[in-house]
């Protein structure tokens, strides 16, 4: 198919769309056919934009947070919230727990432990208690 491209390119006026797409498939030549030699990775990106969505649109919430520290402390949180449910964790239950545990002097050493996605959140995402 690379070749056919090359080929039909030489015979379309140079500033048809259909060079311009030939064009442009061909300077993506390695990612548009990335996914034939390795079976990973999706074709198109439509899961990755539909897990994201939530995610900007916590973003556009931010612009409304009153001062700029406010939006910064708003896209945090709403970083952390969204980290909860893409690893299968409540985030209400998490966010219980983490601040629990820091009020009670949880050592600065061991943060990592209280991520969202540490085992002790994950291991029981497929409780319907714990998940979101």
């Given at each position: ?52 969505r939530p995610i900007k ?76």
């Amino acid at each position: 198919m690379k070749q056919w491209f090359e080929a039909t390119l030489d015979h379309l006026a140079q500033k048809s769309d259909t060079a311009k797409t030939l064009r442009y498939a061909l300077r993506h030549w390695n990612g548009l056919t990335l996914y034939l030699n390795d079976g990973r990775i999706e074709m198109d990106t439509n899961a990755v934009e539909r897990a994201m969505r939530p995610i900007k649109l916590n973003a556009k919430n931010a612009l409304f947070a009153g001062c700029d520290e406010g939006a910064e402390n708003w896209a945090l949180l709403a970083s952390l919230i969204e980290t909860c449910k893409l690893n299968g964790v409540s985030a209400e239950r998490w966010l219980s727990d983490v601040l629990a545990k820091l009020v009670n002097g949880w050592p600065a050493a061991r943060l990592d432990e209280l991520l969202p996605w540490a085992s002790t959140y994950t291991m029981h995402a497929h409780d319907p208690r714990l998940a979101t």
